[in-house]
């Protein structure tokens, strides 16, 4: 096996992390979706995709590592939202801890001086940047548009 057994177990729980984000993702597709916010929920369900994804590379690291995948249970995302507002601070907070979880990864990989585990971590290192991003800027929009959440639609109508 190419990893030890710490950075399988943190990467499984990785695996459980994504795909936790993934149903949170959703849940706020939903919510958006109710409130007719039809261009803010097919943002929020993309990125649901791309969090399943994310949870899938880390299974096929783990198993061309010659490790064994786990699936953790997803703890229930939360359903219920205040406002449009606090809808995307929660995806933004979400991103901000997944890069907090991948510079953890990535700080395991060197402590165990495993350099495919590193070098496999790095794509991560990069996409949480445009993660972080892409939260920071849907959320700066959604509060300048304030009560007329309308206007962030007709804005994404354009982009």
Same mark, same amino acid.
């Given at each position: ?6 950075i399988? !177990?943190?990467? @499984? ?5 994504e795909?936790? @984000?993934s149903h949170q993702? $959703?849940a706020?597709?939903?919510? *958006?979706?109710?409130e007719a916010l *039809?261009? &803010? ?7 649901? %995709?791309?969090e399943?994804e994310h !949870?899938?590379? *880390?299974?096929k690291? $783990?198993? %061309?590592?010659? !490790? ?10 939360? @359903?219920d939202?205040?406002?449009?507002? %606090?809808?995307?601070? &929660?995806a933004? %907070?979400?991103?901000?801890? =997944? =890069?907090?979880?991948?510079?953890? #990864?990535?700080d &395991?990989? #060197? ?6 585990a ?6 991560f290192v990069?996409?949480? $940047? ?8 849907? #959320? ?6 304030g009560?007329?959440? #309308?206007?962030?639609?007709a804005? $994404?109508?354009h982009?």
């Amino acid at each position: 096996m190419l990893i030890g057994q710490k950075i399988e !177990a943190a990467f @499984n729980a990785q695996v459980g992390n994504e795909l936790g @984000n993934s149903h949170q993702y $959703l849940a706020i597709a939903a919510y *958006f979706e109710k409130e007719a916010l *039809f261009g &803010l929920a097919k943002i929020f369900s993309k990125q649901a %995709d791309e969090e399943r994804e994310h !949870a899938m590379k *880390f299974v096929k690291f $783990l198993l %061309d590592a010659g !490790a064994t995948p786990r699936f953790p249970a997803v703890v229930e995302p939360r @359903n219920d939202f205040a406002s449009a507002v %606090d809808a995307a601070q &929660l995806a933004y %907070d979400s991103e901000v801890k =997944t =890069t907090e979880q991948i510079y953890a #990864l990535v700080d &395991l990989a #060197l402590s165990e001086r495993n350099h495919i585990a590193h070098n496999f971590l790095q794509w991560f290192v990069s996409e949480q $940047l445009e993660e972080v991003s892409s939260a920071d800027t849907r #959320l700066s929009v959604i509060r300048r548009a304030g009560p007329s959440v #309308l206007m962030v639609e007709a804005y $994404l109508a354009h982009e």
